[in-house]
């Protein structure tokens, strides 16, 4: 059975606010940042090999979001959850905002989804 409650203490927050003072009139996102996959989700069934694979994030996209908050000054969100989790760039009522496949690799953990279950991605990772 699935957990109601996706993100654990050691979890962190979804997101990371970086400079938030920043100073530049934009806000920077970067809502693939991370490969990490919440505790209580048991690395969603991933094959080892699959586990730092582009289908779980954009390797590098986090390093090269803060180097331009910092060179320009701006603001930056970090997403600090697999976009197998749930796919920021998707609103909730898209099923791909929760994939149980990508181009190349199944999602075990994604598949069959219960309405409760889904509901806490959207308030713990795309709400937040």
């Known amino acids: 059975m699935l957990p109601q409650q996706i993100l654990a203490r050691d979890d962190g927050p979804a997101a990371e ?9 934009i806000c920077l996102v970067c809502e693939h ?8 989700l048991g690395l969603l069934g991933l094959a080892d090999e699959d586990r730092y694979s582009h289908a779980v994030w954009d390797p590098g996209a986090g390093d090269l979001a803060r180097s331009l908050s910092e060179r320009l000054d ?4 970090l997403g600090r959850v697999s976009r197998l989790v749930y796919d920021c760039n998707r609103p909730p009522e898209r099923d791909d905002a929760t994939p149980a ?3 190349l690799i199944d999602i075990p953990g994604n598949r069959e989804l219960s309405p409760q279950h889904r509901a806490a991605r959207i308030r713990e990772v795309y709400d937040a």
Do not use: D, H, K, Q
């Open 101 to 103: 496949r990508t181009e």
């Open 74 to 77: 701006a603001p930056l969100v």
């Open 33 to 40: 940042a991370s490969p990490a996959i919440p505790s209580s």
């Open 17 to 25: 606010v970086v400079n938030p003072r920043g100073r530049a009139p």
